[in-house]
């Protein structure tokens, strides 16, 4: 099925711990985001990619890494997990200059930092 | 980049119509306007976008005044499964675009 696709769903992380989280789409979209919601709030823009090779950063950055080799993936790092990131992690992507199709947005990845 | 305000949140009941405006009055002449709906342990799911006027689609209106200072999603005849959180967001469709910002949203309760 068309979409973006994020793994895994779950995941418990001890303090200092560091881990990637997977992010795929297949309709071959130039624009990928990474976004955290932390409970009740809205969603912060982490990092953001125009497509393969470049990146830049968001709102919070900080403790988080990002790479784009090819169109398809944009994995999110976190380099050393602190309680801090407890949240859950949105991938989004949408088609380049996509005037009325607006971001496609993942299932999310709960991440706990104990 | 233009920063949104939304109310915390609304009631409505089965049945009527919904207006949910969106003040941004720092828009940029590039700027668009676009609407996303949150479903709890979902993620936003895209329901309209316009620049100017009126916008229309199988869901939803958008209704954006001539100085595109603020924005109105209409939901006409909700229903319970329309209870979620509703995001107006605000950013260009070049260069920075990119680089669209989430406020905490308006989060419907539809009451039957």
């Known amino acids: 099925n068309a979409g973006v696709t994020q793994t895994p769903k779950f995941q418990v992380l001890k303090t200092g711990q560091s881990m990637t989280l997977q992010c795929a789409q297949d309709?071959?979209?130039?624009?990928m985001s990474w976004y955290r919601q932390d409970p009740g709030m809205g969603l912060r823009l982490i990092h953001y990619?125009?497509?393969?090779?470049?990146?830049d950063q968001g709102e919070v950055p900080n403790g988080y890494n990002v790479s784009r080799s090819t169109t398809e993936d944009f994995p999110l790092r976190l380099l050393s997990a602190a309680p801090s990131q407890t949240s859950v992690y949105f991938c989004?992507?949408?088609?380049?200059?996509?005037?009325?199709?607006?971001?496609?947005f993942g299932s999310g990845t709960r991440l706990t930092v104990v | 980049l233009a920063k949104t305000t939304q109310p915390i949140s609304m009631d409505s009941y089965e049945g009527q119509e919904v207006n949910i405006t969106c003040s941004h009055n720092?828009?940029?002449?590039?700027?668009?306007i676009t609407w996303y709906q949150q479903f709890p342990s979902q993620g936003p799911r895209f329901i309209i976008q316009g620049y100017k006027t009126k916008v229309t689609n199988e869901v939803a209106s958008l209704f954006i005044p001539a100085d595109r200072k603020s924005s109105t999603l209409s939901l006409p005849r909700v229903s319970l499964s329309d209870t979620a959180v509703y995001y107006c967001l605000v950013g260009d469709m070049e260069g920075n675009f990119n680089k669209f910002y989430f406020g905490s949203g308006t989060k419907l309760n539809v009451k039957p």
């Open positions: 990619s125009v497509g393969a090779g470049i990146t």
């Open positions: 989004a992507s949408r088609p380049d200059r996509g005037l009325v199709y607006g971001y496609t």
């Open positions: 309709m071959n979209h130039e624009y």
């Open positions: 720092n828009i940029a002449t590039n700027d668009y």
